[in-house]
């Protein structure tokens, strides 16, 4: 498969040259690097604690006292080349500052893709140093994390975060498919765009769970020139266990409307969430206007048990 081609070396291995998250940002550059590295760890921590591919496709970093594993090429796993290849894209879209939202979902039936287990959310801003800007919920400006440390501390902290999420999340069924959609930025995105390893994919899209599902809130880092936000969906029941709803943005019966067709519907509005569904497009008239260019992978991963 072409991502065997990784050997020329591989866009996440020369990422990760010099400090994992450095103290302070200067350029844009450096910003965009940084971001590179966290989302590739973000989605390394994620297939490696889930338990997706097997430890050959993984190699060692460490950040204080934290063990990262970070995938790498693996000809005996092509799972793990192919999510190699959509992060690749991803980072295509990032460099051209496309990139809005890449959704990781996890699915037990390759027929029944709206029925999902596991939704991971990154949204990405782009800004000017300086300039501020309302990203989260709690309108924090995000200047703060061009200050020296900050951009560090945040990152490790999604890290932990994420860490401890993975740690307690019941369970994937013996059978599971991974895929990864892109959102884009309508106004500077062409509608002839498709980075490597993606094709044209469906805007609208209603996923379900088999139970009530929860918004779980892992953390945001901001650069002064790009800001990343990673949420992530799943069943209430599968993260009972976690102490203090430390990553609950909304009680476990309600979760913030997803909306990777526009700006408009930011998360902790106060509109209500059907149980057992979440509504991933707006659905007027006035709003299939605005409606994001959508990519999806040229294939999908399926995973089974005797591959984990």
């Given at each position: 498969?072409?991502?065997?081609?990784?050997?020329?070396?591989?866009?996440?291995?020369?990422?990760?040259?010099?400090?994992?998250?450095?103290?302070?940002i200067?350029?844009q550059?450096?910003?965009?690097?940084?971001?590179?590295?966290?989302?590739?760890?973000?989605?390394?921590?994620?297939?490696?604690?889930r338990?997706?591919?097997p430890?050959?496709?993984?190699?060692?970093?460490?950040?204080?006292?934290?063990?990262?594993?970070?995938?790498?090429?693996?000809?005996?796993?092509p799972?793990?080349?192919?999510?190699?290849?959509?992060?690749?894209?991803?980072?295509?879209?990032?460099?051209?500052?496309?990139?809005?939202?890449?959704?990781?979902?996890?699915?037990p039936?390759?027929?029944?893709?709206?029925?999902?287990?596991?939704?991971?959310?990154?949204?990405?801003?782009y800004?000017?140093?300086?300039?501020?800007?309302?990203?989260?919920?709690?309108?924090?400006?995000?200047?703060?994390?061009?200050?020296?440390?900050?951009?560090?501390?945040?990152?490790i902290?999604?890290?932990?975060?994420?860490?401890?999420?993975?740690?307690?999340?019941?369970?994937?069924?013996?059978?599971?498919?991974?895929?990864?959609?892109?959102?884009?930025?309508?106004?500077?995105?062409?509608?002839?765009?498709?980075?490597?390893?993606?094709?044209?994919?469906?805007?609208?899209?209603?996923v379900l769970?088999?139970?009530?599902?929860?918004?779980?809130?892992?953390?945001?880092?901001?650069?002064?020139?790009?800001?990343?936000?990673?949420?992530?969906?799943?069943?209430?029941?599968r993260?009972?266990?976690?102490e203090?709803?430390?990553?609950?943005?909304?009680?476990v019966s309600?979760?913030?409307?997803?909306?990777?067709?526009?700006?408009?519907e930011?998360?902790g509005?106060?509109?209500?969430?059907?149980?057992?569904s979440?509504?991933?497009?707006?659905?007027?008239s006035?709003?299939?206007?605005?409606?994001?260019?959508?990519?999806?992978?040229?294939?999908?991963?399926?995973?089974?048990?005797?591959?984990?």
């Amino acid at each position: 498969m072409a991502i065997a081609q990784l050997s020329h070396p591989i866009r996440i291995r020369k990422a990760y040259k010099g400090p994992i998250f450095p103290s302070q940002i200067s350029d844009q550059e450096e910003s965009l690097a940084t971001v590179k590295k966290l989302f590739a760890t973000c989605i390394s921590c994620i297939t490696y604690l889930r338990g997706l591919f097997p430890e050959s496709s993984y190699g060692d970093r460490h950040l204080e006292d934290l063990n990262l594993k970070i995938l790498r090429e693996d000809k005996s796993s092509p799972g793990s080349e192919l999510i190699i290849k959509w992060i690749q894209g991803c980072f295509d879209a990032l460099e051209r500052g496309y990139l809005h939202m890449a959704i990781l979902t996890l699915y037990p039936n390759p027929k029944e893709p709206e029925k999902v287990t596991e939704i991971y959310q990154f949204k990405f801003k782009y800004t000017n140093e300086g300039i501020t800007m309302d990203f989260d919920s709690s309108n924090t400006s995000i200047e703060s994390g061009t200050k020296r440390g900050h951009i560090k501390k945040a990152s490790i902290l999604l890290l932990r975060k994420l860490y401890m999420l993975m740690q307690n999340l019941g369970p994937l069924p013996n059978d599971v498919v991974l895929t990864m959609k892109l959102h884009y930025y309508n106004a500077v995105t062409p509608d002839y765009y498709q980075p490597p390893g993606f094709k044209h994919g469906v805007n609208s899209h209603v996923v379900l769970f088999e139970g009530e599902p929860v918004n779980l809130q892992v953390g945001v880092v901001s650069t002064g020139f790009h800001n990343m936000k990673l949420k992530v969906i799943t069943e209430a029941a599968r993260v009972s266990d976690l102490e203090d709803n430390l990553f609950q943005e909304n009680s476990v019966s309600e979760v913030a409307p997803q909306a990777p067709d526009g700006d408009e519907e930011e998360e902790g509005s106060s509109n209500q969430v059907p149980r057992r569904s979440i509504e991933l497009s707006q659905q007027s008239s006035e709003s299939a206007r605005k409606r994001r260019k959508v990519s999806e992978p040229l294939r999908r991963i399926v995973l089974g048990e005797e591959t984990r």
